[in-house]
């Protein structure tokens, strides 16, 4: 037997790109539902928040919703993570503008 016979090819359709799709599409469905039941939450709470990295820098800001969900009398505090984007400033008006462009955005999704 031959080294060569044992060889089987297989082959993926799910290239790079096509997985990166797929998880674009995952992450967008994802965020509907999620964001459709913040909308529909008769509480909620935002949370932004960074931290700095060792040359005391912020480089990141992270988003939170807090929220409670209400259903069949059933009472539950949920919070969700929508993620992390990039700070372009460091002082409070630069801060306060990135905060207030992003719910901005979040309103119109």
Known sequence: MKLEEDKTSKVSYLSPDIQNEFINVLSN?????LFNEIKSAKYFGIMFDSTPDI???DQNMSEVILYVKIQNRKVEDKEA???FFPLQGKKAADLNDEILDKLQ???TI
């Open 105 to 107: 955005f979040r309103q």
């Open 55 to 57: 040359s005391h820098i």
């Open 29 to 33: 469905h994802v965020k509907t539902k």
């Open 81 to 83: 993570f929508l993620g």
